[in-house]
């Protein structure tokens, strides 16, 4: 199974690691491991056959590079089968074989999560950035609502899928969630990558039919989007929550926990970002959906912009640390990589003020959009590949993981430059007034927090 699969800290802290900078960060303990221990097969049940759903949509999330051709998988009926495989009763926990290499279960317990110590804010415009952080930041009851969502639904889809696990990915998790953020899960089937022309669909379908028969009771508006990533979403009625589920996007789970890596590293990083997700948003370019920047995108390219300055506040993790986040780690294992990291210091004292003012002044006046990629790997702007991918995009965005482009929804030029617009006139007048309404009216944002 997947031990504490959605935390960032492996289910005990080794004593060689007791003092470790990420022993403190926020973390959340999981129900996940009982459920599987506990939870019994024997009553899954057998659905029909595949039917034809009309909903279509257009939607931009964590992207797998290639299109395998589609593997037959035993636990991956497709439309011609109307029988599931049950597995037995077990007399000990059921280890599914995708996983059969991950040591038995163990009953542990979790340290409450603690605070990070925030930065102190010595200016105006650093105060009202710590202040709007400290309100939309998301809550540890945020976070256990939706665990707790993700533990029932992995319960009901292993009656689809009994090997198959639910993994909780993206903003809830990476350490930049607000108290709005969606959740994203990943329900994972094998190790091995799936077409999502078709394998993904199909599962999709299932999973869908399955939440509109079964689970009508607590869960809303389940639909399902045949995008190139398809995805299921719907809405928990009991925590209010709105979920994006996709099938086997494994980059999302690696880069999750990479992300939260560097979201603990420095304590100006959360902050700096969630100000501005919530510009972008307010100035409505920060939506993939709608061929603007998404939210992945964005706290790329300011984790770029922190890595950039002449005296860096943020290193490359991945070069400094290749091992523990390697595409090639297992994934029962990568939950724990945090753990092997050890405090940055820079010597870097910027308010986050400057550094905000920084970053839009960075992406308004120096970074050469025409041939330039930003890479959080490598840590600096590096040159465009040839590849198709990335020949006419107008902004590059490199994914640490598989390489793909993170900013291909921006594929207009009229996107493009409201984009470059709204990066100089933000600089401008914050640079002028350093009032953060002028750019973000902090009224607004609270209430959206």
């Known amino acids: 199974m997947f031990p504490n699969s959605i935390l960032g800290r492996p289910p005990f802290t080794p004593n060689h690691q007791q003092h470790n900078f990420f022993a403190l960060s926020p973390t959340l303990y999981s129900h996940q491991q009982l459920i599987d221990s506990q939870f019994n097969f024997h009553n899954a049940e057998r659905l029909s056959d595949e039917q034809n759903l009309p909903l279509d949509g257009k939607r931009q999330r964590f992207h797998s590079p290639h299109q395998e051709p589609a593997v037959v998988n035993q636990i991956v009926p497709l439309s011609g089968e109307r029988r599931y495989s049950v597995p037995p009763l077990f007399s000990s926990p059921y280890v599914p074989e995708i996983v059969r290499c991950v040591p038995p279960f163990q009953e542990v317990s979790f340290l409450e999560p603690r605070e990070i110590t925030l930065p102190e804010a010595k200016d105006k415009l650093s105060q009202q950035i710590l202040e709007l952080f400290e309100v939309c930041q998301q809550q540890i009851s945020d976070l256990k609502k939706k665990e707790l969502c993700r533990t029932q639904l992995q319960r009901e889809i292993q009656l689809l899928f009994p090997q198959s696990r639910l ?16 959740g994203d899960l990943c329900l994972v089937v094998k190790e091995e990558p799936v077409n999502q022309k078709t394998e993904a669909r199909h599962i999709l379908t299932l999973v869908h039919k399955h939440f509109c028969t079964r689970l009508s009771g607590y869960i809303e508006r389940p639909q399902l989007i045949r995008a190139k990533v398809p995805i299921v979403k719907f809405r928990d009625k009991v925590s ?26 420095e304590n100006r990083v959360r902050p700096l970002v969630l100000v501005i997700k919530k510009w972008a948003s307010h100035h409505a370019i ?40 390697s595409p090639a780690v297992q994934l029962h294992l990568v939950h724990q990589t945090p753990c092997n990291v050890h405090p940055y210091l820079s010597k870097n004292e910027s308010s986050l003020g400057d550094l905000l003012l920084g970053f ?30 990335w020949r006419n995009k107008y902004i590059c965005v490199e994914e640490p993981f598989d390489g793909t482009n993170t900013a291909r929804a921006v594929h207009e030029k009229q996107k493009f430059d409201m984009i470059k617009d709204q990066f100089l006139k933000s600089w401008q007048r914050l640079k002028n007034k350093r009032d953060l309404n002028s750019i973000l009216p902090l009224r607004t944002a609270i209430l959206k927090r």
């Not at 300011?302 to 523990?324: C, D, F, G, R, V």
């Open 360 to 389: 839009l002044k960075y992406y308004a006046t120096e970074f050469d959009w025409d041939s330039q990629m930003i890479s959080v790997r490598e840590a600096k702007a590096i040159p465009r590949p040839d590849g198709m991918e």
């Open 286 to 325: 920060n939506d993939a959906s709608r061929g603007t920047l998404s939210s992945y995108s964005l706290v790329l390219m300011a984790l770029h912009y922190l890595q950039t300055l002449p005296e860096p506040i943020l290193p490359s993790l991945q070069k400094i640390y290749p091992e523990s986040f």
């Open 240 to 265: 209010c929550v709105e979920f994006d589920l996709n099938v086997n996007n494994i980059v999302g789970i690696r880069n999750t926990f990479l992300l939260r890596t560097y979201a603990y590293l």
């Open 167 to 182: 993994f909780l990915v993206g903003s809830s998790l990476n350490g930049f969630g607000t108290r709005s953020s969606d």
